[in-house]
């Protein structure tokens, strides 16, 4: 018996981030869920609960650090892994992304090979033993 895909929600408001993504995403068996924004993020959080967030910080309607936030306060929300995503500079975003609850961060634009990396790292601290 196989197991499950593991589902991503990929949050970004940027078109090509979103193929890029969904591109290295699906090529290793991950089923992807997109949101173009905050508010179509946290709908999506609930309508597919996914078991990993890649989560854009400048977004309209709703930034990367309120996604977070609220997806920290909602029950199923508090346990997913976030990787938040930003193409400024790490030092002015990482000390609020980390305070908000995201459990690592990535500088854009990033490589596949980086990008796999962190994700298996957080999935496999996750697993259950």
């Known amino acids: 018996m196989s197991q499950p895909a593991i589902k991503v929600l990929v949050v970004d408001d940027e078109e090509a ?3 890029f993504f969904e591109t290295v995403l699906t090529r290793e068996q991950f089923t992807i869920v997109k949101a173009r924004d905050g508010i179509e993020a946290l709908a999506k959080f609930d309508q597919y609960q996914p078991d ?3 989560l854009d ?3 309209p309607r709703l930034n990367g650090y309120d996604v977070c936030a609220r997806l920290r ?3 199923r929300g508090r346990h997913v892994p976030i990787i ?4 400024l500079e790490k030092n002015d975003t990482q000390p609020a992304a ?6 690592d961060f990535l500088t854009k634009p990033v490589e596949r090979e ?3 990396a962190h994700i ?3 999935l496999k601290l996750r697993a259950p033993s």
């Open 17 to 19: 981030n979103l193929d």
């Open 52 to 54: 990993l967030i890649l």
């Open 57 to 59: 910080l400048m977004m």
């Open 73 to 75: 306060r909602h029950p």
């Open 84 to 87: 938040m995503l930003t193409g």
């Open 98 to 103: 980390l305070e908000c609850g995201v459990d």
């Open 114 to 116: 980086e990008l796999l």
């Open 120 to 122: 298996h790292a957080l």
